[in-house]
């Protein structure tokens, strides 16, 4: 059946700071503090977006999230008014403020594991909300994430998050990838983790993903086995800040682009997608070497972090990468010298998303895979799709609601508060979300 890969961004809310939230995330920590641009934020994603749609792929929009999330702060005994339980937050709780003010939910690629429905034993799309239980921020994520997944692919089968416990840690799609020869048919999924659950933590940064988070989403997605791959990323790769494995690997097609040092044992990793994709295609990998791109490169100009995607008519794939990789010496060399040769990867287009990247987000962060058919495709919501005349519409919005400048002293003015709130029912309104869609609707 045909099919395709739709992109679906996470629109960047109004409370977008640098909050220095991530540990293990170097532009996290090395930002922390700066003063943000939401408005410049929303605009440079609502236009990678419509770049992506005028290209011709599929997009859609995921809404940001309430912030600040005042529903944590009343579960934890704080009460009155929403603007007093703001105040007395900030005054008693600046830390805790902090976190319940991240406009994390941009990093769409951690919204959900997706598996669609040629993969899958009964035939559905499946996703699996992430519990994004490493960090704080990010843990208060996923019942909002599974409401607008429901409200966008209203025939999909949408899981609950896994349990939020350290041993079932779950980062998403950052740590898989889907390998196939024709999207509407069946593909291999590639699961990455950095620690077993049940093994006492090591030093270092965090590993986000677990084993047994993987095992599940397998097993509750009704995938096949012989068509998984599960594969250690490398703690090389985690601790010199590959906090995600999209951060050191992209897939799309049967082409896998990694680093030398993503994964503990490449050639173990390489055997087992050979034999997971026997009798379906043929796999190829682009394997980047240290001498050409050293891990600090890749990881500060975010090569990997690009959306490796095939433009309808074009064979080969076109690697969208941010402006930081053209900026780095060693992955522009190494891009000139890639689309110069004959491999899978043709082109290379530069995207500015530096409001972003600057809390370590890259252009593939910022969104959700989903393969669907042409069939599934029609049942989206409309409503959550990008085009011209949504485009045009959101950047108004965009203009009328946000704050050109965020600074860390801006965030206790209740003032935020109240236009954060402003802007999100407005958009429940151009995305069709309904009157309850958020928390403070209800
Ligand atoms: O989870 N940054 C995000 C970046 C997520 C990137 N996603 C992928 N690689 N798929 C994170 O670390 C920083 C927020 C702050 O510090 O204000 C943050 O959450």
Redesign the pocket.
Known sequence: MSASEANFDGLIGPTH??????D??L???N??GLTARPRDAVIQGLDKMLDMHNAGLWQGILPPHQRPFLPALRALGFSGTDKSVYENGWKSAPRLM?NLM???SM????AATVSPSPDCADGHLHFTPAN?ST?L??SIEHEQTGRALSAAFPFAKVHKALPAQSVFSD????NHVRLCSERGAAGVELFVYGRDGYAPAKSGFPA?QTRQACDAIIMRHGLSPERTVIALQSGAAIDAGA?????VCVGAMETLFFHELAFEDPSKVKAAIFAASEGLFEPRFVEVPNSDVPIADAIKAYLF?SMLVRFPGEDRLTLIAPLETQETSSTREYCRRLTAGNGPIGAVKYVDVRQ?MR????P???RLRVTMTENEWSQVNSSMTMDAEKHEQLIKWAKLHYREELAPDDLPDPSLLTESFAALDALTKILNLGSDFYPFQR
């Open positions: 700071n640098y909050g220095g939230l991530s293990g995330n532009a996290s920590a930002n922390a902090k991240s406009a994390s990093w769409a690629a951690n994004l960090m921020h990010r980062e998403g799609a950052a986000r906090f995600h494995n999209d951060v972090n972003s809390n370590g987000g890259g593939a962060c910022l």
